[in-house]
């Protein structure tokens, strides 16, 4: 599903009104779209429904709102958080014809009027939030802090046009604060706000409300962001034909593991052997070697060379992940380098391999595909920034890295992005708060391993393997719960997972698409 941000949606809706549908029209279909969404997703409201406009289009869409659910015979009342002759272009025309048909409009600007709105919300059935759109990139201020605050204090379900009112429509951060609704009916796409972390807190549930942006202005914008959906994702999952053997899916190496983190080492074979591996070899320190013999029957070991055989070891591989519990020693570090600069195989860099190559140019010489999966703590050390800095542009920061090393980066955590050195990016709806537990990247590491392996390409095995890990997590905490789940539970669950989503890509799949943004 395409997402986009706040500029990329202006250029959509101004394309649009070049190209013959004038701008009035446009606000026409959106505020009857979000009524009927209202209608729909909070039905038989008892009490009347408040509108809150600000003084922009946002405003002359709630307008339009006001009219639709009032034609629908629901009671409506209009509140203005500017003063009418502040409302310009498509809006006072909207501000006008709800007028006409006799609406009210009551002046938020005078002493004492957040006040009266406060016990208007607390008679309210329904909030109707149309004050600020996706334009809005000022901390929020004065009267219209004022009002968000009621808004929110009221207790009524909230209905936002478009986005959340205080809401970064680029970040998902509220701009000082931000309304939080029940439900957001928005215009043309989402946006990429709406489905990143926290931003999904403050949207609710999500309806798209299609106001006839078309194919042409898309081609022409060309948004770089989508979110990531289970009919979509599955569609990459390569076949299996039915002469396959085990030379068919790929030999993934995985050099992990050192004293006191051997389990790293084990969760990350594992991953890649059940996310559909034909072979799978475990390459250990040598006096590491017998502990790991047998504890995962599916997969070999080998020792890692101590001189000379780095070579003989990353021969034949289809795919290496290399890092996961590995420690960060001089002999790690000689390793890791050698092991960048040599590796023509699709690589996935993990954990200590990062912090090896962080601060170094060995990301840029690599001559090989390459995948990294930071968390943002990781991130932040190849990025030379702290960690509130990512987190402020998690967007932002993964594509920063991916084009100035020309890797595909995983920036892991709640919505994990996925980034492309060519600038485009994809978001994760899948997972959940359980999966905050030592051992879950390292299976992610494993299982984009086994996915590149299989002939994937390295963007797309990261997608894929990004939600369906996330996917398998919701599984094992819809029948289990998230408290106490094992990075070793997402392991069982990977076979049933990718299955499910093979399933979801068929063209007769009812429903395939399994994950919503505020869902």
């Known amino acids: 599903m395409i997402v986009v941000t706040a500029a ?20 026409e279909r959106a505020g009857a779209g979000a009524a009927r969404v209202l209608r729909e997703r909070l039905r038989h409201p008892r009490g009347p429904v408040v509108v809150v406009c600000g003084r922009g289009n946002n405003g002359g869409d709630g307008f339009v709102v006001a009219r639709h659910l009032r034609r629908a015979r629901l009671p409506v009342e209009v509140c203005l958080a500017a003063r009418p002759e502040e409302v310009r272009g498509d809006a006072a025309e909207m501000l006008a014809a709800w ?20 016990a208007r919300l607390a008679k309210a059935a329904v909030v109707v939030d149309a004050l600020f759109g996706t334009g809005l990139n ?8 004022a009002v968000i605050e009621a808004v929110n204090r009221c207790g009524a379900p909230v209905l936002a046009v478009d986005i959340a009112s205080g809401l970064s429509a680029d970040s998902g951060t509220p701009l000082g604060m931000a309304v939080r609704a029940t439900v957001t009916a928005t215009f043309g796409h989402p946006k990429v706000g709406q489905v990143m972390d926290p931003g999904v807190d403050y949207t609710g549930l999500l309806a798209v409300v299609d106001i006839g942006i078309p194919e042409a202005a898309l081609a022409a914008v060309r948004p770089r962001t989508s979110l990531l959906e289970a009919r979509d994702v599955g569609r990459l999952l390569p076949p299996r034909p039915r002469d396959a053997h085990k030379g068919t899916f790929g030999h993934v190496l995985v050099i992990a593991g050192s004293r006191g983190k051997t389990g790293a080492a084990l969760l990350a074979a594992e991953g890649a052997a059940r996310a559909g591996a034909g072979l799978t070899t475990l390459a250990v320190p040598g006096a590491l070697q017998p502990v790991f013999e047998g504890r995962v029957r599916e997969v070999m070991t080998a020792a890692l060379p101590e001189g000379d055989g780095l070579e003989a070891l990353l021969a034949g591989r289809a795919a290496i992940v290399c890092g996961p519990g590995l420690g960060v020693t001089d002999a790690t570090r000689g390793l890791v380098a050698d092991v960048v600069r040599r590796a023509t195989a699709p690589l996935v860099l993990d954990a200590d391999g990062l912090n090896v190559v962080a601060g170094t140019p060995l990301l840029r010489e690599r001559p090989g595909p390459t995948v990294v999966t930071p968390h943002p703590g990781e991130m932040a ?18 594509r920063r890295l991916a084009s100035a090393a020309g890797v595909v980066v995983v920036l892991k955590g709640a919505r994990t992005i996925v980034a492309s050195p060519d600038g485009g990016a994809t978001i994760s709806p899948s997972g959940n708060p359980g999966m905050a537990s030592g051992g879950t990247g390292d299976v992610l590491a494993g299982v984009v391993g086994a996915l590149l392996a299989q002939g994937l390409a390295p963007f797309d095995a990261a997608a894929l393997g990004v939600f369906a890990h996330g996917a398998a997590g919701d599984a094992v905490a819809a029948e289990r719960g998230e408290v106490g789940l094992l990075a070793s539970d997402l392991l069982t669950a990977l076979p049933p997972t990718l299955a499910r989503l093979q399933t979801a890509a068929r063209p007769e799949a009812p429903g395939g698409r399994g994950y919503r943004a505020g869902t």
């Open 8 to 27: 990329e949606m202006r250029a959509l809706d101004r394309w649009t009104i070049e190209h013959g549908t004038p701008g009035r029209e446009l606000m």
């Open 99 to 118: 007028r006409r048909g006799r609406g009210a409009v009551h002046d938020l600007t005078g002493r004492g009027r957040v006040e009266t709105l406060a």
């Open 138 to 145: 000022a901390p929020v201020s004065g009267l219209a802090a």
């Open 381 to 398: 050390r190849l990025l030379g920034c702290d960690t509130a800095a990512v987190q402020a542009d998690r967007l932002g920061a993964a």
